[in-house]
């Protein structure tokens, strides 16, 4: 009999049930309970041990492999779980592991959302701690939060732990910006070229900045241009990235592609974070992983020791060997509007709404991803009134920055923020709103939140807006198959959240703040 597993922690989960023997992301089995195993021993690590800095960067990086197409390198995550399992020692506690090892469907259902925004915070610590940005905050809430997953039944403490992942979530994307600013600067609005050049190229997917810097800097002056693929097309709007002139531009689109776009790029790739999918034999030999990224059979790029760089000279040696890219398109699309750029804009935001020339602000962020019903979300942009402004954010992006164009009154009519993270810009020019218009409840400004989710970086987002007093938020393409049918009530009841139906009904709704 093939090995049996059970996860339903993303969007595309089979049947909106879940996966029960290999993942509809790819992953084996093997990996899937591996992963079950993993989170085990950290819950078993948050009962008894109490929290230090060394241990909580080992929760993060160990809850960061787990997310959805992070890792599917069964002998690295083997190596992770056998550290946990050193660190728990002789401590005698029964423990099962795997999600169906709670009986009871809404606790399960409650401590599974606490689990995976618990993921997506760990990812986003994980970055900023790689720049050198931690806060003990943030471990000692891992904890509290691994532990009472392992023995909380009461599902009003297990909701006041959600909400506070939320609390948690924002501080973590304030520290990742933070740091992300302070090394690379203030990002600013920026033309990103979409084509082609005649030279051969490396490929960089996935999320991480500081790979990228170390790798244009190994990379100068030797004959190659460096590329970016889905969430790192906003590193072209950093002033310390975008000093590099063989930062060439953008290629492609999201992750769920790479089958397609990887094979034509032609030349070396490197996935520095998750978003890898199952690799296929047309790039085998010149893709690489780093970080918490691994593939079986893919060459690793070790971690960088203390005070020094990654090692990618075999990469650059190996792309100087490849023919340049096959083009894709041949365009620009615009990137760079975070918070700093938001909040210049604010003023001007404000007198457009005032006026009336822009009659509505729709959130349009998160994740792309496979399910057909995505196309919605290009629908509803493209059929958007000219009279509405998109802020996104994340990699949902490419369902329409290439479609709507145009500006009002000066202001661009796509606000793109940034990578996933950047989420937060977009509350926070929210409640620079807010401040404008002077109005007591953030609901009641001309914003309309319709968020497309895929993975657990998205549930810490959305726990994020909850926490910050969101409410009407439309999700899709499906609402989470982890929330049973008492706790997606619960939910849309408290926050009037709901999932996404026909485009124009949608768009019809949200103009009239519904």
Excluded at 214 to 242: F, R
Excluded at 436 to 461: C, G
Aim: proline content about 5%; glycine content about 8%; some cysteine.
């Amino acid at each position: 009999m093939d090995e049996k597993m059970f996860c339903f922690q993303c969007q595309e989960t089979f049947a909106n049930t879940g996966c029960i023997s290999r993942g509809v992301c790819g992953k084996s089995a093997a990996v899937a309970n591996l992963m079950d195993e993993l989170i085990r021993q950290l819950k078993l690590i948050a009962l008894t041990r109490k929290p230090d800095r060394q241990l909580g960067r080992f929760i993060i990086r160990s809850l960061f492999m787990t997310v959805t197409n992070t890792n599917f390198d069964e002998n690295i995550l083997q190596k992770q779980l056998d550290k946990a399992v050193e660190l728990t020692g002789e401590h005698l506690i029964l423990l099962p592991a795997g999600v169906l090892s709670c009986k009871h469907g809404d606790i399960r259902s409650l401590r599974e959302l606490l689990i995976y925004g618990l993921k997506g915070i760990a990812a986003y610590a994980e970055h900023a701690a790689v720049m050198g940005k931690e806060d003990d905050g943030i471990y000692d809430f891992c904890f509290q939060a691994l532990a009472a997953s392992a023995r909380e039944n009461d599902a009003d403490n297990l909701l006041d732990l959600i909400l506070e992942a939320g609390s948690i979530a924002v501080k973590t994307m304030d520290l990742l910006d933070r740091a992300h600013t302070e090394k690379f600067g203030i990002p600013e609005i920026t033309a990103v070229k979409t084509g082609v050049g005649s030279r051969p190229g490396i490929l960089v997917s996935g999320h991480d900045l500081p790979d990228l810097l170390e790798l244009l800097e190994q990379s100068k002056n030797s004959g190659i241009d460096i590329y970016t693929h889905g969430e790192m097309l906003p590193a072209h709007a950093y002033p310390e990235l975008k000093k590099y002139p063989h930062l060439y531009g953008n290629y492609g689109n999201s992750w769920y592609l790479q089958h397609r776009e990887f094979t034509s790029f032609n030349g070396v790739i490197l996935l520095t974070t998750n978003c890898i999918t199952p690799v296929q034999e047309s790039y085998r030999r010149r893709i690489f992983t780093t970080g918490m990224a691994g593939y079986p059979g893919i060459p690793h790029i070790a971690d960088r020791q203390y005070g020094e760089a990654k090692d990618f000279s075999r990469l650059i040696e190996s792309a100087k060997r490849c023919p340049p890219p096959e083009p894709l398109e041949n365009g620009t699309v615009f990137t760079g509007s975070g918070h700093a750029q938001l909040l210049v804009l604010a003023e001007k935001l404000a007198e457009a709404i005032r006026s009336g020339a822009v009659k509505r602000l729709v959130v349009m962020a998160g994740c792309d991803g496979r399910d057909p019903h995505r196309r919605y979300y290009r629908e509803v942009a493209e059929n958007l009134p000219p009279d509405t402004i998109i802020l996104t954010a994340g990699c949902a992006k490419y369902r329409y920055n290439k479609v709507v164009n145009g500006e009002i009154n000066g202001i661009p009519r796509v606000l793109d923020a940034g990578q996933c993270n950047d989420c937060y810009s977009l509350a926070v020019i929210a409640l620079k709103l807010k401040e404008i218009f002077q109005v007591a409840d953030i609901n009641d400004l001309p914003v309309s939140f319709d968020i497309s989710w895929y993975e657990q970086k998205a549930v810490a987002v959305l726990l994020a807006l909850l926490h910050l007093g969101f409410k009407n938020i439309r999700l899709g393409p499906t609402l989470p198959a982890f929330l049973s049918p008492a706790v997606a009530s619960m939910l849309i009841k408290t926050f009037d959240i709901k999932c996404i139906g026909d485009p124009q009904t949608d768009i019809s709704a949200m103009l009239c703040g519904n």
